[in-house]
């Protein structure tokens, strides 16, 4: 079955950015979407949970939301004021820090649940759940363990000051310590408590399904979206028109208060005033955020809860961004379809929502392309089941049917003619016949022989794959025959126990254990001669092999191979680091393993 389900951790993040919300219906594409490595905490529970920045990518044709880059792609933190260091306040205890006006701001909250238990929290998860080379990265190679994790940041929450002196692509944790100005922003104590409640409970990124496994669809549970953690709960703004607000948090904008947006004037990020409920408008953007400007009486007014009734500018071209009633932060606005849902304003994670992907979807539904208008448009409706049901992925139909042409159709018996494995029923491939025509077959068995040019899929679902022309649990041993253009289940097509297939002088190629580190070696099998470095080290420019560098240790971003997981980015002191970016597909980062 074709793959189209993402993390719903990553869903999560999007669906809890108060900003304003861009809708995100993207045509489904077949295929697991990437998360960006950057936002290193989008990978763990904590960085899914509490409110990020979004930005916004376009798949299809339509809109999605996507997780901010926490290294590469978000803007550096500007220096546009910041207060003297006060203190470090105790938990549980009252603080303050003074705003730019001379006036007092209270920052307490309730003993057992302040912004300190929060931010040890994150810091306890980070070092209960992430590999050494993981903290290397995500927290420096200086924080050395949890308590020492907690007093940093919480040092640098209390210095009102978000120039962040050292700041690492941590994601949320970062956030909360670099980017919130206690002097411009208020926290919310029963918001806090709630919050802390639900981070008390996460527990470290689940490690993928190894090869052999088709794996579950990923199904989202009602409510998730709802969000506890968000930062626009968890504070509220201070600052007056005209007073300064940070650069980096004016998309969440939780510096400003209520009739006010942080907006850049002039150069200068400052809170700029924007019409209440009632107030005069010619456009939605001179209101404050959670209104629109309703055109027919031509005041703000609040946006649409949810099952509250909403519409499109254009009915037959329902675009993100372009309703004439648009819906609050997190919902989404489901047109005239054959749902519950049609005209109203949908949640995540319910039938009619506006999904790019079914892990936005319930159990039981999927998300399914709707022809409106000449387009399609995707939302969470029932698999289909019937031959006229659309479909663009075979987890749009009902188990026994696949998506044939954008339609589902039956699966296909033993014999029956067919054009892939997924047209086949349960333990049936499409083998090609003697005549040339294909038909379903069934898969060939354990230790029963097998043509390696079929691929891994003619055999039983817990082979690895046709190995030595046999449909084997194990990789070859070395000095057996291999195949280095082989298709396997295994990361990399690995054929070899080894993960190394050369030809060292013999008619065909064997296992090899590969060259160890300092040898002179050739980064492809040209010759008769052993020159194919081991598994972790790569032939580097001067022909010698070299040692792949683990997450957090420097790295060249001129070469690609550097890195265990390819991925060298600059972080902390502007140096090149390799990222927390799992190295194949059965790692998850921060997943408990070491």
């Known amino acids: 079955m074709t793959s189209k389900w993402i993390s719903r951790l990553t869903i999560l993040v999007a669906l809890a950015s108060s900003g304003c919300k861009d809708d995100g219906n993207a045509a489904d594409a077949g295929t697991e979407t990437d998360t960006d490595p950057l936002g290193s905490a989008t990978y763990g529970s904590f960085g899914s949970t509490l409110g990020t920045p979004v930005s916004t990518s376009t798949q299809g044709g339509n809109t999605a939301t996507n997780p901010t880059q926490a290294g590469e792609s978000d803007p550096e933190p500007t220096s546009d004021g910041s207060a003297a260091s006060d203190p470090e306040p105790t938990s549980g205890e009252d603080s303050s820090a003074g705003d730019e006006s001379g006036g007092d701001t209270d920052t307490s909250t309730p003993a057992g649940a302040s912004l300190e238990d929060i931010i040890a929290v994150l810091c306890e998860w980070e070092f209960d759940c992430c590999s050494t080379g993981e903290i290397d990265f995500r927290l420096g190679r200086f924080t050395s363990n949890a308590a020492d994790c907690t007093e940093r940041h919480i040092e640098q929450l209390y210095s009102n000051d978000d120039v962040a002196q050292a700041a690492g692509p941590t994601g949320w944790l970062e956030t909360l310590a670099y980017d919130i100005r206690l002097d411009r922003t208020r926290p919310n104590e029963d918001a806090i408590a709630e919050c802390l409640e639900v981070l008390r409970d996460n527990t470290c990124n689940p490690v993928p399904l190894g090869w052999g496994y088709a794996g579950a669809p990923v199904a989202c549970e009602p409510g998730e979206g709802e969000n506890p953690c968000d930062l626009t709960r968890l504070f509220t703004g201070i600052q007056q028109v005209g007073e300064p607000c940070s650069e980096r948090m004016a998309g969440v904008d939780i510096e400003c208060?209520?009739?006010?947006?942080?907006?850049?004037?002039?150069?200068?990020?400052?809170?700029?005033?924007?019409?209440?409920?009632?107030?005069?408008?010619?456009?939605?953007?001179?209101?404050?955020?959670?209104?629109?400007?309703?055109?027919?009486?031509?005041?703000?007014?609040?946006?649409?809860?949810?099952?509250?009734?909403?519409?499109?500018?254009?009915?037959?071209?329902?675009?993100?961004?372009s309703e004439s009633v648009p819906c609050r932060a997190g919902l989404t606005s489901t047109p005239d379809i054959d749902s519950p849902h049609a005209g109203t304003c949908t949640a995540f994670c319910s039938e009619g929502f506006d999904c790019a992907d079914?892990?936005?979807?319930?159990?039981?539904?999927?998300?399914?392309?709707?022809?409106?208008?000449?387009?399609?448009?995707?939302?969470?409706?029932?698999?289909?089941?019937?031959?006229?049901?659309?479909?663009?992925?075979?987890?749009?139909?009902?188990?026994?049917?696949?998506?044939?042409?954008?339609?589902?159709?039956?699966?296909?018996?033993?014999?029956?003619?067919?054009?892939?494995?997924?047209?086949?029923?349960?333990?049936?491939?499409?083998?090609?016949?003697?005549?040339?025509?294909?038909?379903?077959?069934?898969?060939?068995?354990?230790?029963?022989?097998?043509?390696?040019?079929?691929?891994?899929?003619?055999?039983?679902?817990?082979?690895?794959?046709?190995?030595?022309?046999?449909?084997?649990?194990?990789?070859?041993?070395?000095?057996?025959?291999?195949?280095?253009?082989?298709?396997?289940?295994?990361?990399?097509?690995?054929?070899?126990?080894?993960?190394?297939?050369?030809?060292?002088?013999?008619?065909t190629p064997v296992c090899v254990p590969g060259l160890d580190a300092g040898r002179d070696c050739a980064p492809t099998d040209e010759t008769d001669e052993a020159e194919l470095c081991a598994v972790g080290l790569f032939c580097n420019d001067d022909g010698v092999c070299e040692r792949r560098r683990e997450p957090g240790e420097r790295c060249d971003p001129a070469i690609p191979e550097h890195c265990l997981n390819s991925h060298c980015v600059e972080a902390w002191d502007g140096d090149h680091y390799c990222s927390d970016l799992p190295r194949s597909p059965t790692e998850n980062t921060c997943d408990g393993v070491d």
């Open 358 to 507: 079914d892990a936005q979807c319930p159990e039981g539904l999927s998300c399914v392309p709707v022809p409106i208008g000449g387009n399609d448009f995707n939302y969470c409706l029932p698999r289909g089941s019937s031959e006229s049901a659309r479909c663009d992925s075979d987890g749009d139909c009902v188990d026994g049917m696949y998506c044939n042409d954008n339609r589902c159709a039956e699966l296909n018996a033993y014999s029956e003619p067919c054009t892939t494995n997924a047209s086949c029923q349960e333990g049936h491939v499409c083998r090609q016949r003697y005549d040339g025509s294909f038909a379903c077959d069934p898969m060939t068995d354990i230790n029963e022989q097998c043509d390696p040019a079929a691929g891994p899929d003619v055999c039983a679902p817990e082979a690895i794959g046709c190995i030595n022309n046999r449909c084997s649990t194990e990789f070859a041993a070395n000095g057996d025959e291999c195949d280095p253009a082989a298709i396997t289940r295994a990361p990399g097509n690995q054929y070899c126990f080894s993960g190394v297939c050369e030809n060292t002088g013999g008619e």
């Open 257 to 321: 208060a209520d009739g006010s947006s942080c907006e850049e004037r002039d150069g200068e990020f400052i809170c700029v005033d924007k019409g209440l409920e009632g107030d005069f408008c010619e456009r939605d953007e001179a209101c404050d955020q959670a209104l629109y400007c309703d055109f027919d009486s031509g005041r703000c007014a609040p946006r649409a809860d949810a099952g509250e009734p909403c519409s499109f500018e254009d009915p037959d071209d329902p675009q993100p961004l």
